[in-house]
């Protein structure tokens, strides 16, 4: 089974990497502002580590995904309360839509979800160039 998701997912990539150069064959990141409870934190964390990452690296098209820990803003403004950005890297928009609609993403987001203060959270897209 493995074998089948990683043999998907290599051919999602080739696909994209050899089509037309529209805007949906360009790899995506989704950066998400998240404001996670601090007593919640170390839920979240192994949640990440534990469910949602291994879950997300098996879904065709998946590149990379990231949680990180805002030290400081420097300059500008961030999502108010917002202490982490999720980041998520897919081979195209497509690709990701359709890991979002899947039953695996309904059950392991929200063990991330679960453990923030807010469920409004800032979500921005932008494609590679």
């Not at 696909?15 to 089509?19: L, N």
């Given at each position: 089974m493995k074998r089948r998701t990683y043999l998907k997912s290599v051919i999602a990539v080739a696909?994209?990497?050899?089509?037309d150069g529209s805007e949906t064959a360009r790899p995506i990141e989704l950066h998400v502002d998240l404001t996670v409870d601090q007593a919640k934190e170390q839920e979240m964390l192994h949640n990440f580590r534990t469910i949602f990452q291994p879950a997300a690296r098996?879904?065709?098209g998946f590149i990379d995904v990231k949680m990180l820990k805002l030290r400081l803003v420097m300059q500008g403004e961030l999502s108010q309360g917002a202490n982490y950005r999720f980041v998520l890297t897919f081979a195209n928009e497509e690709l990701r839509k359709q890991w979002v609609a899947s039953e695996t993403h309904q059950?392991?987001?929200p063990t991330i979800e679960k453990t923030l203060k807010t469920k409004d959270y800032t979500i921005v897209l932008y494609d590679e160039t």
């Open positions: 696909s994209a990497a050899f089509t098996k879904q065709p059950q392991v987001w």
